[in-house]
Structure formats: structure tokens, C-alpha cells
């Protein structure tokens, strides 16, 4: 565990920067749905609020919730990417559309906290609700980059915002800004290995584009290194793959082995998957022929929280995944 010290600078900064990506009115009601202990819901909804004037509804919790959204009619929310999967699936469920089952006035959302599949945001797109993709962490308060009135771009989450700087170094998202943490708690040592003149090193892979919006594309500390010596990112790979409408979630494996495979959780178990893989395959050939998938194993449930396989913002916990279903993927190699 860690302890992040923020400033009172730190978080104001951030809050004023990320209100003129909103640019909320006055009449706006957001509700809020995630942990004001969360740092996320700290800035992007409290403090946000306690700057513009607007309305500002605390849901009574996840079980509650879809009460709360009928009743209050919520002009913004902010959540992580499985809040707005669990409201499209209530569509599906009932037959109603999304208008119904969010009181009929959002203007936009935005998801933070996990990567957003394409087709979440093209379902709540379609629906006339704008999903803005954002990214940051604990240790800058914690917006980097977000979407808005700076315009989208389909797989980026962003560009920076107007007091954060980013650069790209050997590959890792580096930032500063007045948004950057102190340091932390009592650890100099982790504080100065973070630091590198001043740039906070995110962990994170990623790029900037030359209309300046930044991409994400996977963890530092995940990349694979295949039996050829080719250095791929799973989570840049996973992120196209979820883009067919039938993937749910998938995991790619393929360190130190001569190809790559995944485990694969689908949308329904009434999906057609004998061509799954060239259908898979097919969101991946703007990829070297190295990355592609050459076997997969379809799992009969999802990864769960419970069991340790995800995060409490659904992010995928890979060692354990890879401890859980060893055989699965070992039989991929036989």
C-alpha cells in the first residue's frame, strides 16, 4: 500500500482544470455514485461542484442506484466503465431504452478508472449520450487528460488538460503540473524513485498524436516479451479485441512462448463462435503479424472481484488469472 500526499493545490488545480473540460452550466445535477474517499469522486464530483454551484445528488449506494438515477434525472455522472456497462445491460434486460433507464436528461458521462470498450461508448453514443473517456492517477490528484470541450478521438482518452504537461519518454506517460503529488507518505525513497527531474513517471505506456490527444496502451510492467523477442503490450491488444460486439473481456497470454492466445469471456452464451478467431483477428491487422491471437479458450463464466482476478475497477489482475486457468492456457500450447 501506498499513501498519496495531496495539497490543498494540488486538488484545486486539478478541480479548475477539469471544470473547463466539463464546461457545466448552472442548472447541471450530477450524481454521484463512487467513494468520496475515491479520489476521482473527490475531485471530479465534490470539489467540481463546490467550484461551479451546480446540483450535486450522493446516490445511497450500487443497490440503490437505479433508483436513484429514475428519481433524481441526472444531468452528469461520472463512474467507472462497469457502472455504464450495468446501466446498458438493464436496457437489454427490460427492452426500454437507455433515456428510460437514466431519468431521460443526461447531457454526457464520464468514465474513469479502467479502459472504455469501444462499444460502451458507441451504445451510450447512439443513444445520444456522449461518454468522455479520462485518464489519471491517485498521485496527480488526479486528471491528466480528459475529453470535452477539447474535442474526442476514438481510443484516446484525451487531450491534456491546459495545466498538466505530458511527454512520451522510452515509451512511459510522464507528467508534471500543480496537480502532481507532494509525494509519498514517509516513503522518500519510492517518492524519488517516481520522479525523474521533476516528470512523474506514470508506469503507464502511451502516445500523443499530432492533434495532441494521448493514448494509453498498457502498463509499463506488462509487457510481454514473446519466445522471438518481440516486445507487445496485452492491454493495447485487449482494448482492439473488445471491440467485437461479442467479446465481454479477454486476456491475452504469450511470454516467452513462440505465439500469442487468449481466454476469452463472451457477451452471451448464444454467440456463434466458430470464426470468433478470424472475427478477432480481423480487429488487429493494422498489428505485425506477431500479435496475433492463435488460439483462444472460451471461459464458461466471467472473472470475478471475489475470487481476485479483478480489481475494484474491473482491471484485470493477470497472475492470478494465469494461476487460475494454467491448464487452459498451457493446452493452447500443445
Known sequence: SKGVELTYGNLYSNAVAALERYDFKQDELVLNLLPLSHVFARTCDLYVWCLNGHHMVCSRGKESFSEDIKHWRPTHI?????VFQNLLSTVTDKCSSLSDVTGGRLRHVNAGGAPVPEP????????????????GLSETSPVI??????????????????????????????????????GYLDDPERTAAVFDGGWLKTGDLGRIDEDGFLYVDGRLDEMMVTAA???ISPALLESQICQEPDVARVVVFGHGKPYLVGLIVLNSKCVESHDLLNRINNHLL????????????????????EDGELTSKQSLVRNVIAQSYASEIESMYI
Open 120 to 135: 460502451l461508448r458507441s451504445a451510450f453514443q447512439s443513444n445520444g449520450i456522449p461518454m468522455y473517456q479520462g485518464y
Open 229 to 231: 523477442g518481440h516486445n
Open 78 to 82: 461520472n463512474a467507472v466503465p462497469v
Open 286 to 305: 493494422a498489428f505485425p503479424k506477431y500479435c496475433r491471437i492463435r488460439e483462444i479458450v472460451v471461459l464458461d463464466r466471467d472473472l470475478s472481484i
Open 145 to 182: 487528460a480528459l475529453e470535452g470541450t477539447s474535442g474526442t478521438c476514438p481510443e484516446s482518452v484525451g487531450r491534456p488538460l491546459n495545466s498538466v504537461e505530458v511527454r512520451i519518454k522510452n515509451g512511459e506517460i510522464q507528467t508534471r503540473g500543480p496537480s502532481v503529488m507532494k
